[in-house]
């Protein structure tokens, strides 16, 4: 048997390598693409069908003026995934899960027909405006970032965002912003070196990497060094041209713009926020610099073992989770541990040591060749760490960014800077710490593994550039029942244990204490007993959803999440005690990740779950969810109905 579809208007198939031959069957999928807010037909967007070979590979389709496809002739497979984008939106998929990364699949048998395949799309924003300074004369080639504001481990975050320069009027314009809430800042940092540092470096580049740099400017003038200009004040060099140029002295007085937040503010607690809804174009955020006096900030490092050419950073109050970008001031040590920052305006500060610097990023979307925040010289980038997705916006994601050398040594010193030089400043830091511990198995069904299994530390509060680190499964003597985590700073933590096929994390015991839904502190001279015991008698949770008609929800997100109140501030980067799952077209679920224990379980009518992690969130939910127990090794069932938290 076929199917016949009857169609008032044929979508446009675009051929494509993988698509010209694809493989014939007797299933078919068919959806309308709309926009996310406005629930109006896309046309023209394109609906790109996948299954692995043999049944068809790729399929792409035009969607026609009533946003309307169908793929028909499909083979059966389980493995289907379905995509619509167009410029200017969020690419959307068929069955996924808010703020999740993995791409839903979903069966097709012979001669069965998916009517409802439809897609949403978010449509990206914007924000702009001019940068002008003191005079009301507009700065050209200016950087704005847009900062945004996520909700990671219960708490507010902030994560770097899009940047933009200013043109030749002072005008800015960050494009491809999800929806959700901003700040916006021109940042200023006067990035200090020792005159004895060598080119290479100051670029961040290895040797044989600057020397390829050298050639390929000789070959093309047009080509930039990163950081290309110098002025030199003694044994110290301040860089200039990258960021706004430092105006000139007053009475001998030096100057320099401080980190600027709109309109005109020099603190992140007082900047204003910017809400941005679906694809709103916000004009008129400008923001306006002024000088304030610099001085110069010296002193030397104590407690390292050897001295090492790091990099230090003064970072503004309330900035320290931000990485490139969120600095006010930058140098390198020198070989004796002596430092010296040029040019640092007035206000209060961090002193930050760390060289592995790591940041949540909310990415912007379809701005190809979007410029960058220029690299901070003396770190040399070894690569970016993609750890996947966070917080309540479509799209944002966590990146680790790790820079050499590695972290040795930890310490956040608090500095205030006034109008006066601030010489002989003492910087004490201590080593990292380490953590160790082992896994225990109960009740597998296959034999425990042989390789170690990644653990996470994550800091409780959410400040991942505070120390965040995973164990490494390597080395001579490689125990796999054991595992270290290294480059730890002291303070509150949480583990995330990754457990093996066919077991859930069963707890956690730190000093004989269950840590499983609760912090632990991580102390130098602390000694911890570590065990993370996993088990194969794993809980599940079956369920059914409903919409308040009665009508099965397909597709729908069910939030389950632990009853336990005090776990819900620490849930962490990828929560242990807090699941997505998504609704079958048939409206039912199914459910293996989580612990033992008592849970909330709610339905939501829309698919966009936006801050499902904040406990302000969750305090709302509770009420209107149902109270599920689950038990070692055995199955429980709920019947919910589609709900809206407000």
């Known amino acids: 048997m076929s199917l016949a579809i009857a169609t008032t208007s044929t979508p446009l198939r675009v051929a494509s390598a993988q698509s010209q031959s694809p493989t014939r069957g007797t ?60 410029p200017g939106y969020v690419t959307g998929r068929y069955g996924e899960l808010p703020g999740q990364l993995a791409v839903g699949r979903f069966a097709l048998a012979d001669d069965q027909w998916i009517s409802t395949g439809n897609v949403r799309l978010t449509k ?11 005079f009301g004369e507009p700065i050209v080639g200016a950087l704005v970032r847009a900062i945004a504001q996520v909700t990671v481990g219960g708490r507010r975050q902030l994560a770097g965002g899009a940047v933009s320069t200013t043109d030749d009027r002072g005008e800015y314009r960050l494009a491809g912003l999800l929806p959700g809430k901003y700040l916006v800042v021109v940042p200023s940092i006067q990035h200090s070196v020792p005159a004895s540092t060598t080119a290479a470096a100051i670029e961040g580049l290895r040797d044989d990497m600057y020397q390829r740099l050298e050639a390929a400017i000789a070959r093309n003038p047009t080509t930039r060094r990163v950081n290309n200009g110098a002025i030199a004040d003694g044994a110290t060099r301040l860089i200039i041209g990258n960021f706004p140029t430092p105006p000139a002295p007053v009475d001998g007085r030096a100057r320099a713009y401080p980190v600027t937040f709109h309109p005109g503010l020099l ?37 390292m073992s050897a001295s090492a050419r790091l990099t230090l950073r003064l970072v503004p109050v309330g900035l320290e989770g931000l990485a490139f970008g969120g600095e006010a001031a930058t140098t390198i040590l020198n070989a004796d541990g002596t ?48 750890v996947g997705p966070i917080g309540d916006a479509a799209g944002a994601a966590s990146y680790a960014l790790h ?30 710490l380490t953590i160790r511990g082992r896994f225990q198995y109960e009740d597998l069904t296959r034999p425990p593994p042989q390789r170690a299994n990644t653990v996470y530390a994550e800091p409780a509060d959410g400040d991942w550039n505070r120390g965040a680190a995973a164990s490494w499964n390597e080395g001579p003597g490689f125990d796999p029942a054991a595992f270290s985590i290294q480059g730890l700073a002291p303070g509150s933590y949480t583990l995330r244990p990754t457990p093996p096929a066919g077991a859930v994390v069963k707890s956690i015991l730190v000093n004989g204490r ?49 009853t336990d109140r005090g776990a819900w501030p620490n849930l962490g980067l990828a929560p242990m005690l807090a699941k997505l799952v998504l609704t079958s077209e048939a409206g039912a679920f199914e459910l293996k990740s989580l612990a033992a224990g008592d849970y909330y379980a709610i339905a939501f009518d829309a698919p966009r779950l936006g801050g499902w992690t904040d406990p302000a969130f969750l305090t709302k939910a509770a009420p209107l969810a149902a109270r599920v127990s689950l038990q070692p090794g055995q199955t429980a069932s709920v019947a919910l109905t589609t709900a809206t938290v407000k």
């Open 27 to 86: 299933a078919a999928i068919s959806g309308v693409v709309t926009d996310y807010a406005s629930g109006r037909p896309i046309a023209g967007a394109v609906a790109l069908l996948r299954a692995p070979a043999p049944a068809g590979g790729a399929r792409q389709q035009v969607t026609d003026a009533t946003g309307r496809f169908v793929f028909d002739e499909l083979p059966a497979s389980t493995q289907y995934s379905l995509e619509a984008s167009k």
């Open 124 to 134: 990206v924003g914007a924000i702009g405006g001019v940068v002008t300074d003191e």
């Open 267 to 303: 603190s992140v607690a007082d900047a204003q926020t910017i809400d941005l809804s679906d694809g709103v174009d916000r004009q008129g955020i400008n923001i306006t610099l002024r000088p304030v006096p610099a001085v110069k900030v010296s002193g030397r490092v104590e407690g």
């Open 339 to 386: 430092f010296t920052f040029l040019n640092v305006p007035s206000g209060a500060y961090v002193l930050d040591p760390r060289q592995a610097l790591m940041e949540f990023r909310a990415e912007p979307i379809y701005i190809p060749a979007a410029p960058r925040l220029p690299r901070t010289p003396g770190r040399e980038l070894l690569g970016g760490l993609f």
């Open 403 to 432: 820079f050499s050398p590695g972290d040795s040594y930890v310490g956040r010193t608090p500095v205030t800077v006034g109008t006066a030089d601030l010489p002989d400043l003492v910087v004490r830091v201590e080593p990292a």
């Open 514 to 562: 269950d840590c499983l839904r609760s912090p632990f502190e991580i102390a130098a001279g602390l000694d911890l007993d570590i065990v993370v015991t996993f088990t194969g008698r794993i809980p599940a949770l079956s369920g059914s959803v409903r919409l308040p008609d009665g009508s099965p929800a397909a597709y729908r997100t069910v939030l389950v999440f632990s």
